[in-house]
Nanobody, 127 residues
Framework: QGQLVESGGGSVQSGGSLRLSCAAS????????MGWCRQSPGKEREGVAG???????SYADSVKDRFTISRDNAKNTLYLQMNSLKPEDTAIYYC?????????????????????WGQGTQVTVSS
């Protein structure tokens, strides 16, 4: 099945930046569609950004124009560049894959569509 391993989380002040990485190992044939989700205490897990095998991308409205999802297929690595971070971005961020080559754009942000998950990395933004 393979693994998804996130890194790059940490603590920053409001307005700061972080870049998360997700390394996929093992059988990556079904990792061509991948996404980032996050979960804050007391809240449901929500989709942040997703990218299909054809390169199409979806972003949650709350992060649009601040976050950028990208991938390096040669390295089997997914990234999430997070700029202009806000305290409300504080959450555990998860890398995930649905196990399918693609999802319709409106489902890229649906956490329920994702089957494979990393262990998560904590992002804390202080005001």
């Amino acid at each position: 099945q393979g693994q998804l391993v996130e890194s790059g989380g940490g603590s920053v002040q409001s307005g700061g930046s972080l870049r998360l990485s997700c390394a996929a190992s093992g059988n990556t044939d079904d990792r061509h569609c991948m996404g980032w989700c996050r979960q804050s205490p007391g809240k449901e897990r929500e989709g942040v950004a997703g990218v299909n095998s054809d390169g199409s991308i979806s972003y949650a409205d709350s992060v649009k124009d601040r976050f950028t999802i990208s991938r390096d297929n040669a390295k089997n690595t997914l990234y999430l560049q997070m700029n202009s971070l806000k305290p409300e971005d504080t959450a555990i961020y998860y890398c995930a894959a649905p196990g399918r080559p693609s999802l319709p754009p409106w489902l890229l942000l649906d956490a329920d569509e994702y089957t494979y998950w990393g262990q998560g990395t904590q992002v804390t933004v202080s005001s």
